[in-house]
């Protein structure tokens, strides 16, 4: 039927479902213009249909390219009730009947393309876990290769891939994934038992060495205390802030990874099985280059430049020129409390052990933006047309991992300021850490006429921890702002609503991170910033607060 110049024809009455009428319309050209010679111009593509469905003038906010290509695809994606409207007008044209009939059997088409695919997960579901293992062994994989068996029964030609079935090859881990697989699930645990064990090895150095607690007079009068054990970033960041960091890192991978993933693209919550993995560890590959890159970093500047640019030529001169003098430097005007030689050991040791957990930090702020990433483009295309997750789950998922960025960056900004306090205390007149912070809060509150003083000495670290507190900063509020722009492209469809809750738990994280940054930045700039650092301590207890990332 040719109407106002356009092939009309009345959708079939036959049982389709929606994916088999969608065919039969563009295979015919219903609703195409017509030429000359009867025949419709043109074919329906992706991008003729979208342009056709964006002309609509209800359709202000446009049906997005993508889901009109899932459309065309063999899958069992079906379309969303806004988008049956449109595509009912466009197979309609201006006649309203065949517009009416369109609408009417779309959507009977839309319950029967749903109703198949529930039926073919119950089904995939009861299907036996023996017919899968079975179709994994040897002849089965290779029908057309004679192995031994005796061959698998060899150690060494064994393969065991992560659901633990044995016989299977498999490629070897990359660089990128064995970064994710020491920083999720129980993995994170040898992690933490590797970064205890080299504390208590540099505990044992440090006391073999004599420097456990050791002093030097940088003036007459003043014995400054510069030992391992009054050192905060060789105690409270390897015992407390560290491991904190690396547990909300691995929560919050292991977390996307086994549970909010799945529940985003409509799967059963995973395990630890490789292959229902696979589209995140190719997420996680993207990233290849940006892990090797933090090394690589890592090791010859956090590393080899600090040590050979700074220290050595320090030890071999015998003049500090200017540099702090630190438990490694002590050497150079305590030569009778530790030899050139030992320092030299104590620090080349120190500052890998540095370059190490500064490749943490920097790989934990690196899985929250892979993390974020993984969200955006899973919230914004796979589930924008014919998905049956409701969006309150997909907004729960997100607010999930705003939560879990929020903790990995309160102890990311806690690194940054237990390494500025020990360097703000090295160029103080205070006789140790303690006496320092104490005589700070005592002066603020006017409880003591004394007031730190200054020595002459510089630190690069001040510029490395300004560095670290704006990437941290800089990596949650880009996240924020993704996860956000998520929610918006959602909404577009109906399917978010903002609420006032989630608009004040969003301003006490950047709150909390805003007082965190703040008392970094201040840590000796004026009597009193122990008070900040104090309150700053106080809250961090944030994190404690909001959705708890369960695995089980």
């Not at 369109?102 to 749903?114: D, F, H, K």
């Amino acid at each position: 039927m040719i109407t106002n110049k356009r092939n009309i024809s009345l959708p079939p009455k036959n049982g389709s479902d929606f994916k088999e009428l969608f065919k039969y319309a563009t295979d015919i050209g219903v609703g195409l213009p017509i030429g000359g010679d009867g025949l419709p111009i043109g074919t329906w593509t992706p991008q003729t249909l979208a342009a056709a469905l964006s002309e609509i003038e209800t359709n202000r906010a446009g049906v997005d390219l993508r889901a009109v290509q899932h459309w065309f695809e063999d899958n069992d994606k079906g379309i969303s009730a806004p988008s049956i409207n449109l595509l009912a007008r466009v197979f309609g044209g201006d006649n309203t009947e065949a517009t009416t009939a369109w609408r009417s059997e779309l959507t009977a088409g839309q319950r029967r393309l749903m109703a198949k695919r529930k039926a073919s997960k119950n089904k995939s579901k009861r299907q036996p876990m023996e017919a899968a293992v079975e179709d994994l062994t040897p002849a089965k994989l290779w029908p057309d290769v004679a192995i031994p068996v005796e061959e698998f029964n060899e150690p060494s030609s064994v393969q065991t891939d992560s659901s633990g079935i044995s016989g299977v090859p498999h490629h070897p881990k990359t660089f990128a994934e064995r970064c994710e697989q020491i920083l999720s699930g129980s993995e994170s645990m040898n992690l933490l038992i590797t970064y205890w064990l080299v504390f208590c090895g540099l505990g044992l150095m440090n006391f073999v060495f004599n420097t456990l607690s050791v002093t030097y007079s940088p003036f007459e009068g003043l014995d400054k205390q510069v030992g391992f054990i009054w050192a905060p970033t060789l105690t409270v960041l390897p015992l407390v802030a560290l491991p904190l960091f690396i547990y909300y890192v691995s929560e919050l991978t292991t977390y996307w990874k086994r549970v909010g993933r799945p529940n985003c693209i409509s799967q059963v919550v995973s395990t630890i099985d490789s292959k229902s993995n696979a589209a995140w560890y190719a997420k996680v590959n993207n990233f290849s280059f940006s892990f090797w890159a933090i090394a690589l970093f890592c090791f010859f500047f956090v590393f080899g430049f600090q040590w050979s640019g700074i220290y050595l030529p320090a030890y071999l001169s015998g003049d500090a020129n200017g540099v702090q003098i630190d438990r490694y430097l002590v050497a150079l005007v305590r030569p009778e409390a530790i030899s050139i030689e030992e320092a030299m050991v104590l620090s080349f040791v120190g500052y890998m052990y540095t370059a190490s957990y500064i490749a943490v930090f920097m790989f934990g702020l690196l899985f929250f933006v892979i993390v974020v990433l993984d969200f955006h483009d899973i919230s914004t295309t796979l589930d924008v047309e014919g998905n049956k997750i409701e969006s309150d789950q997909i907004r729960r998922e997100g607010q999930k991992v705003v939560w879990g960025g929020f903790r990995v960056v309160v102890f990311a900004l806690w690194l940054a300021t237990l390494v500025k306090l020990q360097i703000t205390y090295l160029s103080s007149d205070s006789s140790n850490f303690l006496s320092w912070l104490s005589t700070d809060m005592a002066g603020a509150l006017d409880a003591t006429a004394l007031r730190n003083g200054w020595l002459e000495n510089s630190s690069i670290s001040h510029f490395t921890t300004f560095m670290m507190m704006a990437v941290t900063v800089s990596v949650f509020i880009f996240g924020v702002l993704r996860i956000r722009r998520s929610f918006e492209r959602l909404s577009v469809y109906g399917r978010d609503q903002h609420s006032t809750r989630d608009y004040l738990a969003l301003f006490e994280m950047l709150g909390v991170i805003a007082l965190l940054s703040t008392s970094l930045v201040l840590v000796g700039r004026f009597t009193g910033f122990s008070i900040i650092v104090g309150i700053s301590a106080i809250a961090s207890l944030h994190v404690l607060s909001g959705p708890k990332l369960r695995t089980f």
